[in-house]
C-alpha cells in the first residue's frame, strides 16, 4: 500500500516549512497558502505582477542557512512566525513588516551574496518552481535508497515537498509521469518530475552543507530528480495516512 505520510506548505518560498494534519485542495490550484510570498533579493526582477523564476529570490540555493527555518502561519491574523537555531522567533505579517524581516534575516544571509530587500505575492498564483499552479509528491522509500549511497539517514525535508508518501518500491513515483492518482478525495495528474538543486545538500536542522545529494543521485541513479510535480484536477481533501490509489 502507498500512503501519506506527512503534509507541509512553506508561507514563505524558502523561508521556512510547516507540517499540516489534512488539507483541502482546489482545482489547478497550488497547496493554499504554499509560497505565497517570496523574498526579493538585490538583483530581482519580480515586482509581484506575475509569476517568476525562482533565480528572482533569495533561495536556499544560494544562502544555504534559510534550509533551517521553520514556519507557522496564523491564517485568521494573517501573520507567519519564522524560527532558526541562530535566530529569535518573529512573527509578522508579510504584507506589512517586510522590512522588519529584512533585517531579522539579515546574519544569516552570506555576506558575499545577495541581500534580500523585500516580499512579493500574486494574488491567487503560489510561488512554486513551476510556471502552472503545482503540487509537489516525495517518495520515502526513494529518499531512503538515496540514503543508503551515503550510509546515513537523510531527512525528508530537505526535499520542501508538499505530500510525503510512502511506495513499496524507491523511484516508482517516476512511473506516475502522465498518469493521474487519487488521494483521499482529491485527483492529480502527475505532469513532470523535479530536477533538484544544491539547496538538497544542506541538512535542514542546522543549515549547514552536509551530503552531496546531487553528485550521488547523478552517480547512483543516472539524473539529478527527487519527486514529481502533479496538477490538482479533482477538489477535496486529503489526511495523513490516506491511500494513494494510481488510476
Given at each position: 500500500m502507498t500512503s501519506v505520510t506527512a503534509l507541509w506548505r512553506h508561507p514563505i518560498k524558502a523561508h521556512g516549512r510547516e507540517p499540516l494534519e489534512r488539507?483541502?485542495?482546489e482545482v489547478g490550484k497550488c497547496m493554499p497558502w504554499?509560497?505565497?510570498?517570496?523574498?526579493t533579493h538585490e538583483a530581482t526582477k519580480a515586482d509581484g505582477s506575475e509569476w517568476a523564476r525562482c533565480i528572482n529570490f533569495s533561495r536556499g540555493?544560494?544562502?544555504?542557512?534559510?534550509?533551517?527555518?521553520?514556519?507557522?502561519f496564523n491564517e485568521a491574523e494573517g501573520t507567519v512566525t519564522l524560527s532558526h537555531p541562530d535566530l529569535w522567533d518573529l512573527t509578522f505579517d508579510p504584507d506589512r513588516d517586510a522590512e522588519k524581516f529584512v533585517e531579522w534575516v539579515r546574519p544569516i544571509m552570506p555576506s558575499k551574496k545577495r541581500q534580500s530587500t523585500g516580499i512579493v505575492k500574486v494574488p491567487g498564483v503560489g510561488m512554486t518552481d513551476s510556471d502552472w499552479p503545482s503540487i509537489s509528491i516525495i517518495n520515502a522509500s526513494s529518499n531512503a535508497s538515496l540514503g543508503e549511497t551515503f550510509n546515513a539517514e537523510l531527512s525528508m525535508d530537505r526535499w520542501r515537498g508538499n505530500i510525503h508518501v510512502e511506495v513499496l518500491s524507491a523511484w516508482q513515483e517516476f512511473?506516475?509521469?502522465?498518469?493521474?492518482?487519487?488521494i483521499g478525495d482529491v485527483e492529480?495528474?502527475?505532469?513532470?518530475?523535479?530536477?533538484?538543486?544544491?539547496?538538497?545538500?544542506?541538512?535542514p536542522e542546522t543549515g549547514e552543507y552536509d551530503w552531496d545529494t546531487l553528485k550521488h543521485l547523478r552517480d547512483h541513479f543516472?539524473?539529478?530528480?527527487?519527486?514529481?510535480k502533479a496538477y490538482v484536477t479533482k477538489a477535496g481533501q486529503i489526511s495523513r495516512g490516506d491511500q494513494v490509489e494510481v488510476l
Open positions: 488539507v483541502a485542495l504554499d509560497r505565497h510570498w517570496a523574498v540555493a544560494s544562502s544555504p542557512h534559510l534550509m533551517a527555518l521553520t514556519a507557522k512511473d506516475w509521469v502522465g498518469k493521474s492518482i487519487r492529480f495528474e502527475v505532469r513532470e518530475r523535479i530536477e533538484r538543486c544544491s539547496a538538497t545538500t544542506v541538512d543516472g539524473h539529478k530528480d527527487f519527486g514529481v
